[in-house]
């Protein structure tokens, strides 16, 4: 099923930069990925005549970024994965963390937030997530602290450090286990955050991206399967 005019406008999505060719040899699938690039034409909507190579292409990322560590889990309970990457200091991905629960409870959705950064200090926010996703508390930590660090934007990272201690270089490491590989792909294509993408069915070509804030109904019409 052809899903290409199903995808969102970009604009709003905040810019990551593009890496130098030694970080970029970080990420997997650039050759696939890159066609990604070619669905982001015209305002967002597909205009090439291979709509279903376009879309495996989507359905490949999905497989990436559902096998990349550090995810964070909202409503694991739900059976429809959406994969969600973002930089904490995104204005975009904190208005689209508002919005996580009307997504979950009424279209089923399992949200899945992979941190990564484009500045120094939210790669520091970040690395505390991985902080909190390593401790003791695991999960239920790490979904504390990003409600605390995305829904108050004023927090800074002084603060963090003073109640939680400074991330440690493993904590740092541990973050580029998947945030070079999604900073990789996204600066390649010129993509910022958040980069959502999700099934919408069971085949390869039901599958879609969204690059930038989605209204919430926009989930709705897609996650009807």
């Not at 926010?125 to 991985?130: D, N, P, Q």
């Amino acid at each position: 099923m052809n899903r290409s005019s199903n995808l969102s406008t970009i604009g709003d999505g905040a810019k990551v930069p593009v890496l130098s060719d030694e970080d970029a040899k970080l990420s997997r699938d650039l050759e696939v990925l890159s066609k990604v690039a070619e669905m982001i034409e015209a305002g967002g909507v597909a205009v090439t005549s291979s709509p279903d190579s376009q879309e495996t292409a989507i359905d490949t990322l999905i497989g990436d970024m559902s096998g990349l560590p550090n995810q964070i889990i909202f409503h694991s309970e739900n059976k429809k994965p959406v994969y969600i990457a973002f930089d904490p200091m995104c204005m975009h991905c904190q208005k689209l963390f508002a919005d996580q629960e009307q997504i979950a409870t009424r279209f089923g959705a399992r949200l899945v937030w992979i941190p990564t950064y484009s500045t120094g200090d939210s790669q520091t926010y970040s690395a505390h997530l991985i902080k909190a996703l390593n401790s003791k508390g695991g999960m239920a930590t790490a979904r504390d602290l990003m409600a605390m660090i995305m829904g108050n934007p004023t927090i800074d990272v002084a603060l963090l450090n003073s109640l939680f201690g400074e991330p440690s270089e493993r904590d740092f490491a541990r973050l580029e286990e998947s945030a070079a590989y999604l900073r990789a792909m996204m600066g390649r294509e010129e993509l910022g955050t958040p980069l959502v993408a999700f099934k919408t069915g069971p085949a390869p070509e039901d599958s879609t991206l969204f690059n930038g804030y989605a209204p919430i109904e926009d989930f709705g019409s897609l996650l009807n399967y």
